[in-house]
C-alpha cells in the first residue's frame, strides 16, 4: 500500500530536516505544512490533542518555551490553555506532527509526533 503523509513542522528545525529526509529516501509522498508560513489548523491542533494529548504535544524542552516567562509557562494547565499557546506560539509544538494516510498496519489518518525512525519504517514498509 502507498504511504502518504503530511509533515507539519518549521523547515529549519533539525528534527524536521531528519524526517523529511528520511521519508523522501524511502519515496514517500509528504506534504510539508510549514507552521512559521501556514500556522495551525485549528481543527487540525484539535484532533492532534485529542490523538496524543495537549502534555505530548506541547515541546517545554524547546527553545520557545524557556523563553516564555514563569507566569506564562504556569498559565498552561490544560488542553484549551496549551491550545492557545501552541496557536499563537507554534514553534512550541514538539516537531514533527504527523499524520498518516493508507498505511498498511495504522488506522489512517493516524497521527504521531516525533521523528521515530523504527516506528516509521514500520509505517512505511
Not at 11 to 24: F, I, Q, S
Not at 53 to 75: F, P, S, V
Not at 86 to 110: H, K
Request: charged share 25%; proline share 5%.
Amino acid at each position: 500500500m502507498t504511504t502518504f503523509v503530511t509533515l507539519y513542522g518549521i523547515p529549519n528545525c533539525d528534527t524536521v530536516k531528519k524526517a523529511r529526509a528520511w521519508l523522501a529516501e524511502r519515496g514517500v509522498d509528504v506534504v510539508f505544512h510549514d507552521f512559521k508560513k501556514q500556522g495551525v489548523p485549528p481543527e487540525h491542533l484539535r484532533r492532534w490533542t485529542n490523538a496524543v494529548g495537549w502534555e505530548k504535544l506541547l515541546n517545554r524542552q524547546g527553545t520557545t518555551w524557556r523563553k516564555l516567562d514563569a507566569t506564562a509557562q504556569a498559565a498552561v494547565h490544560d488542553e484549551a490553555s496549551a491550545a492557545a499557546l501552541l496557536t499563537a506560539q507554534p514553534s512550541a509544538i514538539r516537531r514533527p506532527v504527523v499524520e498518516w494516510r493508507q498505511v498498511a498496519g495504522a488506522a489512517d489518518g493516524e497521527v504521531t509526533v516525533g521523528f521515530a525512525p523504527d516506528d516509521w519504517a514500520r509505517r512505511v514498509g
